[in-house]
């Protein structure tokens, strides 16, 4: 069964760091590119950040470049989220997924694996 897991979120101050986990099972993981999504409430689903199979290409959004730092470990079936400096506007449901294309994809629909999400508030 394949499955993308999320963990790490959590409350915190403006200003904040945390840091998300997906763990994946019942995949290759380093024959995937993967992605980490955003949706806050009555919003779409937005790009945060890609990472390539190997670890060593990546892109994010505008809006978290700087801040925020994308990494795996394909030897523990784990990507990672660093979220410095956060801001009220981070707060949102945090998804992991992945991809075939080995580069990783800005856009949601070149992904067919999600993971539940991980909730992630930022107070002010």
């Known amino acids: 069964q394949v499955q993308l897991v999320e963990s790490g979120g959590g409350l915190v101050q403006a200003g904040g760091s945390l840091r998300l986990s997906c763990a994946a099972s019942g995949l290759t993981f380093s024959d995937y590119g993967l992605g980490w999504f955003r949706q806050a409430p009555g919003k779409e689903r937005d790009f945060v950040a890609r990472i390539n199979w190997g670890g060593y290409n990546t892109g994010y959004a505008l809006s978290v470049k700087g801040r925020f730092t994308i990494s795996r470990d394909n030897a523990k079936n784990t990507a990672y989220l660093q979220m410095n400096s956060l801001k009220p506007e981070d707060t949102a449901n945090y998804y992991c997924?992945?991809?075939?294309?080995?580069?990783?994809?800005?856009?949601?629909?070149?992904?067919?694996?999600w993971g539940q999400g991980t909730q992630v508030t930022v107070s002010s």
């Open positions: 997924a992945a991809t075939a294309l080995k580069q990783g994809s800005g856009r949601s629909d070149m992904y067919a694996i």
